[in-house]
């Protein structure tokens, strides 16, 4: 097997990327170029299929466009819109919790550094890096369940941890490539590099790939 090669790797990935469906959070950020839409839908996505989340968030920014709008909207109603998503009750709790910090702590925006983003109801480092990355173009790393599994399975890292994870690709990854590389991951996770039974032998990084931890594989 050569050697992990990182460029040739996010070179594969961004082909891969171009011809499958975007990431939900990315698709927002393209969309709406608005840091509120993008925190709110990342919030939505936790434990939730992108599908789920793209039909949710389309049903809430329908009534909601800001912070003003969330503060007004009743527990209920938001609750009936974001319904399908995981965890909607909690979801809800942290949403008609979040105009009054954003106002209180951060003059009604939303901030971009991670100390800060974690100061919101509901966002935790996941959350905070990608709405960082995404929403705000600084760099981050989310480091989710697809990027913990995905790098280790390279053996780009060995972790047990999505933190360890993050902590070793800030070490690892050149920063260039900080950005992109939730983005890129997460899509190569739900096509290709499956949780269960990833779809090696069409894989376009095989050769680098350590397949430390794949028993079963197609
Ligand atoms: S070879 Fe298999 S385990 Fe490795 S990245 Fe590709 S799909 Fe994932």
């Not at 329908?62 to 938001?78: H, M």
């Not at 399975?153 to 050149?174: C, H, I, Q, S």
């Not at 890129?184 to 996770?189: D, E």
């Not at 590099?193 to 079963?216: D, H, M």
């Amino acid at each position: 097997m050569p050697r992990f090669n990182i460029d040739a790797v996010m070179k594969a990935l961004a082909e891969h990327f171009d011809r499958v469906k975007t990431p939900i959070v990315d698709l927002i950020q393209v969309q709406t170029k608005d840091p509120f839409k993008v925190l709110v839908a990342t919030i939505l996505s936790a434990r939730t299929k992108d599908e789920t989340t793209a039909k949710a968030s389309a049903a809430l920014f329908a009534e909601v466009s800001g912070p003003e709008d969330l503060a007004k909207i009743s527990a209920a109603r938001l609750n009936s819109l974001i319904g399908q998503v995981g965890f909607h009750n909690e979801k809800t709790k942290h949403l008609k919790q979040l105009p009054a910090v954003l106002r209180e702590r951060f003059g009604g925006r939303v901030p971009s550094e991670i100390d800060e983003l974690l100061e919101l109801p509901g966002v935790g480092r996941k959350t905070a890096n990608l709405v960082r990355a995404v929403a705000f173009s600084l760099p981050a790393i989310c480091v989710d369940v697809h990027v913990h599994r995905i790098s280790n399975r390279w053996g780009y890292v060995n972790t047990k941890t999505p933190f360890d994870t993050e902590m070793a690709l800030r070490k690892a990854l050149p920063e260039r490539y900080w950005l992109t590389y939730n983005s890129h991951v997460v899509a190569f996770g739900q096509n290709l590099c499956t949780p269960r039974k990833p779809r090696c032998s069409e894989c376009p990084v095989f050769k680098y790939c350590a397949r430390a931890g794949v028993e079963n594989f197609a």
